[in-house]
């Protein structure tokens, strides 16, 4: 999935190609991360798409129908207002639990395990935004529960002020078992203004 999600938008097109950059490099930062989390194994990106929030922005931006996802939340503090999320598929943080829990641990551990693993690739995401704006970002712990696409949208929607527009990347470990991930990144409109003004576009 690459490019926009939605054709019209208050955004220019350069203003959000420079949003879908920022994904792009906090997600080259996660997959690196990713990937001593799975042992070394190769990560691949995505290219990012971005969405302004609507209906069913995040079930295009996901692709995952109906289907309930792993979803680590973020508030982001200093620097950037807005979200991080990171979803991942059932399948995915199965096997991810495989390789940060030893065997038979308990419905808590494999939950405080996930929000490890989300913590670690979010800080690894915010260094490259850091990186690329000068500004570094700080994130709350993340909160972990499983959503829908449409649980994501319904929350955005019950809570406008929250953010404009979304960019997102998925990234998957190749070999035998994928394991696949996204990464959705949500300023509030108010930051999103300061983020092209640091990215020296007007907003």
Not at 1 to 18: H, K, N, P, T, V
Not at 153 to 182: I, L
Request: proline share 6%.
């Amino acid at each position: 999935m690459s490019g926009s999600a939605d054709e019209s938008s208050r955004w220019s097109s350069l203003q959000l190609d420079a949003l879908r950059e920022v994904g792009n490099v906090g997600c080259g930062c996660a997959a690196g991360a990713l990937a001593r989390l799975l042992s070394g194994r190769r990560i691949e990106s995505e290219l990012p798409a971005s969405a302004e929030l609507g209906p069913d922005a995040f079930g295009r931006l996901l692709g995952t129908g109906a289907e309930a996802l792993w979803v680590a939340e973020l508030d982001l503090r200093e620097g950037l207002s807005g979200r991080l999320f990171c979803a991942v598929p059932p399948r995915a943080a199965d096997e991810l639990l495989e390789r940060l829990l030893p065997e038979g641990g308990a419905a808590g551990t494999a939950l405080s395990a996930l929000s490890e693993a989300a913590n670690i690739l979010a800080s690894a995401y915010l260094d490259g935004v850091a990186a690329l704006t000068g500004r570094p970002v700080v994130p709350s712990p993340p909160r972990v529960e499983r959503r829908r696409a449409a649980d994501l949208d319904r929350a955005f929607m019950e809570s406008p002020s929250s953010g404009s527009v979304a960019v997102a990347t998925w990234f998957h470990a190749t070999g035998d078992h994928p394991f696949r991930a996204c990464l959705v990144f949500v300023p509030t409109s108010a930051s999103l203004g300061d983020l092209f003004s640091w990215l020296r576009l007007s907003a």
